[in-house]
């Protein structure tokens, strides 16, 4: 069974920085496509950042120059640095794998940003 746990949420302050985790087991890590999608109150999931095998990224408009999405294929893990945190980005953020037809899930990780 393929495994996607994320760590990192929390409570942060506007303009502050989370650095969220995405540990994954059981698939070939380095061969999946990578991303991070969030779901707020009340609104479908959304698109957040992707990253592919070979190391390309792409950023909603929303976050592009606040968040940075990178990988590490000897640790099985995809990272998602958010700066400058804004209260409309407070949300659960769920990790993801791509793969072809194999598309899995983590939990979520919830975010609230609150002065």
């Known amino acids: 069974q393929v495994q996607l746990v994320e760590s990192g949420g929390g409570l942060v302050q506007p303009g502050g920085s989370l650095r969220l985790s995405c540990a994954a087991s059981r698939i070939i890590f380095s061969i999946y496509q990578m991303g991070w999608y969030r779901q707020a109150p009340g609104k479908q999931r959304e698109f957040v950042a992707t990253?592919?095998?070979?190391?390309?990224?792409n950023y909603a408009a929303s976050v592009k120059g606040r968040f940075t999405i990178s990988r590490d294929n000897a640790k099985n893990t995809v990272y998602l640095q958010m700066n400058s945190l804004e209260p409309e980005d407070t949300a659960v953020y769920y990790c993801?794998?791509?793969?072809?037809?194999?598309?899995?899930w983590g939990q979520g990780t919830q975010v609230t940003v609150s002065s």
């Open positions: 993801n794998s791509l793969n072809g037809r194999s598309d899995f």
């Open positions: 990253i592919t095998s070979g190391g390309s990224s």
